[in-house]
């Protein structure tokens, strides 16, 4: 029975992203589908970086964590070391990960348990990532109290989220080659939990713009930020997301002088050109080398320059273009460039 559910959910899923429909509406959509299926206390899909990995919007179930939980689960996520974060299970390609699967050291150390899912009298946990072709397009992270998620259930969600995968990658296709309006710098300081210090008047516009589909975005970002940019070695923190006009933006964070309680300054930039473009070669499930390659006609060379630069030869590197024209869809170098270049009639 579920496998025949499981059928129909696939195929309404990718007749949907045919029709071109956002990445927000999009999930949205396999939430309700999912919600339906399997039951659970809080449920939300998340659509993830696949170049960064990081999270760059959330759609949540009718039932909404409070407030307050937020920024813990923020912190949580980029913590080092968390069980079971987003990042950790792409870069493994574990597409599916239960709580109950967990050692009990690791439940012991997880600052997601013990500072959230325990205190809300939640015991069980189910992540499931959406990847297609090696890339993490996205997740659905479920909770409930009392029994655990079963087999059926598992196996249900391990059968749709590869459709939810490739109908992601087809909706960012589309919204990658629509580039962002240009404006001002926009700088916001946070302090450590992510709560706004100060902004100029451009970040204030971007926080309208962000929170104009999903209220509360823009502060549940930045929340995101001020983890990421104390979790990561280097102290930078980036991330990539759509706005609420079909552009994207580019967030940058990096912590100010001071010690662990230091603010940290987010910059904030509509994304166009080269931010997006490695994103739009995942979106068409390109090779490493198949995306060198493109790079290099992008750039105009020759393919004699192609097998120069790349050390290998000419009949490789037609071999290469000649997959990916079967990838893209187009017959030239020249219908190529024009494909993966961003539309710069487009409004965003």
Request: glycine letters at 10%.
């Amino acid at each position: 029975m579920w496998e025949e559910r499981a059928y129909r959910a696939r195929r309404d899923l990718t007749a949907m992203a045919a029709t071109g429909v956002g990445v927000g509406e999009l999930h949205a959509a396999a939430l309700a589908l999912v919600e339906r299926r399997v039951g659970a206390d809080l449920v939300c899909c998340a659509s993830i970086d696949p170049e960064t990995l990081v999270i760059s919007s959330m759609v949540s179930g009718e039932a909404r964590i409070a407030p307050a939980y937020e920024p813990l689960l923020a912190a949580a996520e980029y913590s080092p070391g968390e069980p079971h974060g987003y990042a950790a299970l792409a870069l493994r390609g574990q597409p599916v990960a239960r709580s109950s699967e967990l050692p009990q050291h690791d439940l012991a150390r997880s600052l997601r348990f013990n500072e959230v899912w325990r205190p809300l009298g939640i015991d069980h946990e189910l992540r499931v990532l959406f990847l297609a072709d090696g890339a993490c397009w996205g997740a659905i992270g479920m909770v409930r109290t009392g029994h655990d998620f079963g087999d059926r259930e598992v196996e249900f969600l391990a059968a749709v989220a590869p459709a939810v995968a490739g109908a992601t990658r087809l909706a960012v296709r589309s919204q990658a080659r629509r580039p962002g309006s240009a404006g001002p710098p926009a700088v916001a300081v946070v302090d450590v939990r992510g709560e706004l210090c100060c902004a100029t008047p451009a970040a204030h516009e971007w926080q309208q713009r962000l929170d104009e589909n999903v209220p509360g975005r823009f502060r549940g970002m930045m929340q995101v930020m001020a983890a990421g940019a104390r979790a990561h070695p280097s102290g930078g923190f980036r991330a990539r997301l759509k706005d609420g006009r079909g552009g994207w933006a580019v967030l940058e964070a990096s912590p100010l002088v001071g010690g662990a309680d230091a603010q940290v300054a987010v910059t904030i930039e509509a994304a166009a050109g080269e931010q997006l473009f490695g994103l739009l070669l995942l979106a068409y499930a390109l090779t490493a080398r198949e995306s060198e390659v493109c790079r290099e006609v992008m750039a105009g060379r020759s393919t004699a320059e192609i097998a120069e630069r790349l050390f290998v030869s000419a009949n490789t590197v037609q071999d290469h273009l000649k997959s990916v024209f079967a990838k893209v869809g187009v017959r030239s170098r020249g219908e190529l460039v024009a494909r993966l270049r961003p539309e710069a009639g487009q409004p965003s």
